[in-house]
């Protein structure tokens, strides 16, 4: 079945360095891609998105690059904060059915 | 604009129950997309609603049931709880299309004993 993973249940980075989270897709065909963000007793909160025809696009501090060839995209943070501390996990919406299918998250622990 | 709030925050209920759980979108929002997250599943799809019809729907059993009213307002329903819906149910609001960026609400935690 169709399936999104992030490769790491957990990063840790220290404060000011850049954090990288990844995420692989499945579905070949699928063209809409969103990062989200979410807090410890918080709903996921959008971060950024992106569609199949880009391959990178940038807001602020952070940047998804998508390659297509690979069916992965990924996440890049800059300057990483602590407030930056959560859970991130992708979305990838299938064509045709429009569902959303989530990855199971990275956490993100950002060291003083 | 005010968020989208999804009420009771937390629930507790036992095995057989039925639960209802209450989503109000952001005003103008007129989908609603509910999800359940759990730690080893992440965020499955549920259902989601437009103007008062379901246009969408995940794979869960129908024991799981919604739906949404003229003010966009949406509830959705557990009948017959197991352990296993013990789990964080997220609604979601779009304006109109499921590619429109979905936000997310707080949550209902549901614990079933």
């Known amino acids: 079945g169709e399936s999104v993973g992030l490769h790491l249940p957990t990063l840790s980075v220290q404060e000011g360095d850049n954090s990288i989270i990844n995420c692989a897709y499945s579905?070949?065909?699928?063209?809409?891609f969103i990062w989200y963000k979410q807090e410890s007793g918080k709903g996921p909160q959008f971060i950024i998105d992106i569609r199949s025809n880009m391959d990178k696009r940038q807001g602020q501090r952070v940047t998804v690059l998508l390659n297509k060839t690979v069916k992965h995209l990924s996440l890049q943070i800059a300057a990483t904060q602590p407030g930056d501390s959560a859970v991130y996990f992708c979305a990838a919406l299938h064509p045709g059915t429009y569902k959303y299918i989530f990855g199971t998250g990275t956490r993100l622990k950002v060291l003083a | 604009k005010a968020g989208v709030t999804q009420t009771p925050r937390y629930l507790i209920k036992t095995r057989g129950q039925q639960v209802t759980l209450s989503c109000s979108p952001i005003?103008?929002?007129?989908?609603v997309s509910w999800y359940q997250q759990t730690p080893g599943q992440g965020l499955q799809f549920l259902f989601e609603y437009f103007s008062e019809t379901q246009r969408n729907k995940g794979n869960f059993p129908g024991r799981f049931s919604g739906r949404q009213f003229s003010n966009s307002r949406s509830e959705m329903n557990v009948s017959t709880l197991e352990l296993g819906d013990s789990a964080l149910y997220l609604c979601?609001?779009?304006?109109?299309?499921?590619?429109?960026?979905?936000?997310f609400g707080p949550g209902t935690r549901l614990t079933v004993l």
């Open positions: 979601a609001s779009s304006l109109d299309r499921a590619t429109d960026t979905q936000y």
């Open positions: 005003s103008g929002h007129r989908s």
């Open positions: 579905n070949s065909a699928s063209d809409y």
